[in-house]
């Protein structure tokens, strides 16, 4: 099939090369020149696994196509499929000026009959709004139908995840345009749902939804397992064995972040508020998310300072007493949002290396392949090339993500590095009892 993607984010250069993969003739459109000459010269604009050797493949093989023609790939295209950014707004809701704009230059070039397929995360009704949009500015006499096609591929497993999702939801408005998507998909042999595009387009704010819920419900199980001393990785295997429950999506720690769960929950919130129901629910989720950095910051404060008969002088902007970490040398292990990506979107790093700077804190930090897009972010700490160099004179190491390199660390080597032994883990990756026996003062969440 000709197929154009517009949109060479996350989920349009993931999408467009898996389809070149499985046989199709792509072309992938994106506004934004230089990204395109990048991908012809195969340097790829993230970090994901599988990804360049993927593309390189099916560049040489002459079925993916990297352009900013948009309407040489409209007109070609049996299917397009509209993949941009849809960013929140102040107000949680999302924005859907790139979707507009992509349809307006749809509704420019169609010249003919066209499935348009929107992958971006959209709220609900979006398809009525595109489906608008090209008709009051198409200057062809051109059909088209518009389809909801969510994408649940997570970063740092997006290739395995679109070449084999646990399910492909088609939201079509008619069967004969769904049977155009099933024969798309067909390859992959995976359990394809057909749905009214409403439906669809829900699916996915519920299926992020629900995972970001179990989430902060598990997170805040671990609070009560802190205050009551029970140990949060034991609750969540004996919880995770009931079938019902499942162990995926369980691991408490410092909450979600990337650029998916919060702004999507916020929209859900938004979408619901449109239609005057208070979605109670998620706003607690997003509360006990937002809450999770400062319950981090609050055990490393009182661990590493200990609290001292609180005078009432106010210091740079925050109370003595309350922990100040002035001087102090603070190792940190992972930058990036969650493990095998680069992506710094909403990571925790940020919020939790801002406020350790704000206290006074020196800071030095290594995470694999974050530290190109951090230093943009965080241009005032040190840069380390490995987790040895970090632990080199630190008085604490903070493990922000859980890369798979932290947990086989050589961990006699990295406490004898360090000026005190003290480590804060916020994803819980290592053993209490172990830890604690090799010397170190340790702390995770939700396991005195
Ligand atoms: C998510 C959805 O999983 C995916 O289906 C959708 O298409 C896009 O959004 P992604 O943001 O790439 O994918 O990452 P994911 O693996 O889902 O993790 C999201 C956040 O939740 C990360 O910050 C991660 O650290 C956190 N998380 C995940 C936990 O804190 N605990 C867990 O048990 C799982």
């Not at 998909?185 to 409403?198: C, E, N, Q, R, S």
């Not at 916020?266 to 619901?272: D, K, P, R, W």
């Amino acid at each position: 099939m000709n197929i154009c993607v517009i949109g060479t984010g996350y989920v349009g250069l993931v999408t467009g090369t898996v389809f070149a993969d499985l046989g199709n003739e792509v072309i992938c459109i994106d506004k934004v020149k230089e990204k395109i000459d990048s991908l012809n010269k195969s340097i790829m604009p993230i970090y994901e696994p599988g990804l360049e050797e993927m593309v390189k493949r099916n560049v040489i093989d002459k079925r993916l196509f990297f352009s900013t023609d948009l309407q040489g790939a409209v007109e070609r295209a049996e299917i397009i499929f509209i993949c941009v950014g849809t960013p929140p707004k102040d107000n949680g809701e999302t924005d859907l000026s790139f979707v507009e704009e992509t349809a307006k230059g749809i509704a420019k070039y169609i010249n003919g009959y066209k499935i348009i397929v929107n992958k971006s995360t959209v709220p609900v009704g979006t398809g009525d709004f595109v489906r608008q949009v090209i008709e009051n500015n198409k200057t062809d006499n051109a059909n088209f139908d518009v389809v909801s096609n969510p994408e649940f591929l997570r970063e740092g497993s997006a290739i395995t995840d679109a070449l084999s999702p646990d399910r492909i939801i088609i939201g079509a408005p008619t069967k004969q345009v769904a049977v155009k998507l099933l024969e798309l998909y067909a390859t992959i042999g995976k359990p394809m749902l057909i749905t009214d595009v409403y439906s669809a387009e829900m699916i996915k704010y519920a299926s992020n939804a629900f995972l970001a819920m179990k989430i902060s419900f598990i997170n805040a199980i671990a609070d009560i397992c802190e205050l009551t001393g029970a140990n949060i990785t034991d609750v969540t295997k004996g919880v995770g064995y009931d079938s019902r429950i499942g162990h995926a999506f369980l691991n408490a720690g410092l909450g979600f972040g990337g650029s998916c769960f919060p702004k999507d929950i916020q929209s859900l919130v938004h979408t619901a508020e449109r239609f005057s129901y208070d979605f109670k629910l998620l706003k607690d989720v997003l509360d006990i998310n937002k809450e999770r950095v400062s319950h981090f910051i609050k055990i490393i404060r009182d661990k590493l300072v200990p609290a001292e008969p609180a005078p009432a002088v106010v210091s740079r902007g925050h109370k003595q007493g309350m922990g100040d970490l002035q001087g102090k040398v603070i190792g940190i292990l992972g930058l990036s949002f969650k493990p095998d990506t680069d992506d710094m979107r909403d990571a925790k790093s940020v919020e939790i290396i801002n406020i350790l700077l704000n206290e006074g804190a020196v800071i030095k930090a290594y995470d694999p392949v974050a530290i190109e897009n951090a230093r943009k972010i965080l241009p005032d700490i040190y840069y380390c090339t490995s987790p040895y160099e970090v632990a080199d004179g630190a008085d604490a190491i903070v493990i922000i993500t859980e890369w798979r390199e932290f947990k086989l660390l050589n961990m006699e080597r990295i406490k004898n590095l360090m000026s005190k032994p003290f480590i804060f883990d916020g994803r819980n990756i290592y053993d209490t009892e172990r830890m604690r026996k090799m010397g170190f003062e340790y702390y995770s969440i939700g396991r005195l």
